[in-house]
């Protein structure tokens, strides 16, 4: 389903250029899941703090870990052109590493549109919650490499990251 407004395949950008809210309410409802990932970089003492559990502000990778899970149903309000939807899944994973921690999310829906961006949303909120639980001790922590690695569902079908060399 095109809209006939569109600019150049650009579904949310209408012909004057004006964004728009696509109507989705023709496309056929079907299971959807979308995995994103990022990592935030921290020095050693603070990936050691996470590691020994002595961040003075407390138990930063569970509390990052429920922010993730809070943005994702927030996705909507923070992404203007973003629909509400469905969420029937969520999972966000912290791993700390020698360089910081990775961050991994997965949602799941079945609903008429794809849940990329709650993945996004989710690794992003779950970074810069990371930050806020450590930044007392470690002022230069930078969020990097947040990024989709794979959907599936829909009618662009599946897709998935091509693994690093």
């Not at 079907?30 to 407390?58: D, F, M």
């Not at 149903?73 to 899944?89: D, N, Q, S, W, Y």
């Not at 992003?124 to 230069?140: E, F, P, R, Y």
């Amino acid at each position: 389903m095109t809209d006939p407004d569109e600019v150049g395949g650009l579904t949310h950008v209408r012909a004057d250029g004006s964004a728009h809210m696509v109507d989705v309410s023709a496309k056929a409802v079907t299971a959807r899941e979308a995995s994103a990932a990022g990592r935030v970089l921290l020095n050693a003492a603070t990936v050691s703090a996470l590691r020994s559990g002595e961040v003075p502000k407390g138990d930063a990778l569970s509390v990052a870990r429920i922010a993730g899970i809070q943005a994702v149903k927030r996705t909507p309000e923070l992404i203007p052109l973003a629909h509400p939807i469905a969420v029937h899944g969520v999972e966000v994973d912290l791993t700390v590493v020698d360089a910081g921690v990775e961050i991994v999310a997965v949602v799941r829906t079945a609903d008429r549109t794809g849940i990329e961006m709650e993945a996004l949303t989710a690794v992003s909120v779950a970074a810069l919650t990371v930050i806020d639980m450590v930044k007392a001790v470690d002022k230069h922590a930078r969020i990097t490499d947040v990024r989709v690695t794979a959907k599936s569902g829909g009618r662009s079908g599946d897709w998935r990251e091509e693994a690093s060399p």
